[in-house]
């Protein structure tokens, strides 16, 4: 009687085990179906302006935001799940002084591309006098 109860739980632990791994993920560490990975591109322009160009897959949404330092967001943009590409260009010209920093996220990866904006003091102009 005791082998048999013995062989039933083993046999009981067995099945239970068996469908709890059925119903694990199969690959674990892989994205969601729900997240589009993206490639991103960020140049500035003579004019003072930034550029921010972004290729991304269809099947998850992207965001892109700028934020300040003390995390205070100064525009802000959300890619739909069937976008593929985005093309902005920010005018930093009337922001202070300061570090920013370009946030881009699909919700498991976030790249962040740090931006400092400075205005050159004006110098006094040097002036030469020769005498022949």
Known sequence: MKTLVKTFVVA????????VASFAEGKPGTRSSTVAAYKAGIYTSVDGKLNIGLDKEKGGPVDVMLKGADGRIFYSQHLGKNEKIYRGRLNVNELPDGVYVIEITNGVETTKHQVTLATKQPEAPVRLVAIN
Not at 12 to 19: M, Q
């Open 12 to 19: 009981l632990s067995l099945g239970v085990l068996t469908s």
